[in-house]
């Protein structure tokens, strides 16, 4: 599994909506030096920072900078509707990306499944030429038995799951039975940790985000689910930092929580690559 940020890795520090905006939002160039400086190999740019909007040579600048990186780009957009797919598929072909993720969904539309898969149906020849594959998420919009009938009857290679961790808690899913139905289909995993606690009167709970291996989220259980179906999708590490009283102070919250989570995850794959080889003297020593 190659380990990766995203734009939702940084969401305070591209700018969240309707809440104060940084000084110096970050870019998707400025994402490509976080990702080197944190060792990792895959930066997701999704539709917090819209590649739609970015000049043609901004994209080109972005492509050679990954090409000298040695950085893998995945694009992501919301919606399934096909002139938007088409056009992130350009976008994409342009990057040298290999995933697109989206979602179900856009501000002011939720469409039913029979138009979903019609419409995925409809690009797929032009995604299947560039051997670009549609990672749908999960989210609240539709349980997770619905997304498997949706991948199930568009019934091609190139569809597959971006596995979100969370997103699901918002259709009253338990994690469980969304990764052990999902694992299957994955291609893109969606990594972020949370704890819920109750209200101080005691009337409600909230979902709260943490640093990789400070929440409830069970990794070693889901990266064993997932190699067991055969899955070897990139894991990007996205975070939920509440709001810390500044658009500054999140921000260093939210570098702080990337930093830890990264290399928490790193070592949590080193131990499970460890696991699989012959033990001797030397090994059984490190691990003491």
């Known amino acids: 599994m190659e380990v990766g940020i995203g734009s939702y890795t940084f969401p305070w520090a591209f700018g969240v909506k309707r809440y104060a905006q940084p000084k110096n939002p970050l870019d998707a160039v400025g994402l490509l030096k976080r990702a080197e400086s944190l060792g990792v190999k895959v930066v997701q740019i999704c539709d917090n920072y819209p590649l739609h909007e970015v000049a043609t040579e901004v994209l080109d600048e972005i492509a050679d900078l990954s090409r000298e990186m040695g950085i893998t780009i995945e694009v992501g957009t919301r919606g399934v509707e096909p002139k938007n797919l088409l056009m992130y598929l350009s976008i994409a072909d342009r990057l040298n990306a290999k995933i697109l993720r989206t979602t179900f969904e856009t501000p002011d539309?939720?469409?039913?499944?029979?138009?979903?898969?019609?419409?995925?149906?409809?690009?797929?020849?032009?995604?299947?030429?560039?051997?670009?594959?549609?990672?749908?998420?999960?989210?609240?919009?539709?349980?997770?038995?619905?997304?498997?009938?949706?991948?199930?009857?568009?019934?091609?290679?190139f569809v597959g799951v971006c596995l979100d961790t969370a997103n699901s808690l918002g259709a009253l899913e338990s994690l469980e039975d969304v990764v052990n139905r999902l694992a299957s289909f994955t291609i893109n995993l969606h990594l972020k940790d949370f704890v819920v606690e109750r209200f101080k009167h005691r009337m409600g709970f909230r979902i709260i985000g943490r640093p990789l291996g400070k929440g409830i989220l069970n990794i070693d259980q889901l990266l064993k689910v997932l190699k067991n179906k055969g899955r070897e999708p990139s894991v990007i590490v996205e975070l939920w930092v509440p709001f810390s009283g500044s658009i500054e102070k999140t921000i260093s919250k939210e570098e702080k929580w990337a930093i830890e989570s990264i290399e928490y995850l790193k070592g949590r794959l080193k131990n499970r690559s460890n696991k699989g080889r012959p033990r001797n003297e030397k090994h059984d020593k490190m691990g003491r």
């Open 109 to 157: 539309k939720k469409p039913s499944l029979n138009k979903i898969i019609k419409q995925i149906k409809q690009v797929l020849p032009p995604f299947e030429e560039k051997g670009v594959y549609i990672a749908l998420e999960n989210y609240e919009q539709f349980r997770s038995k619905e997304l498997v009938s949706i991948i199930k009857r568009v019934n091609s290679p």
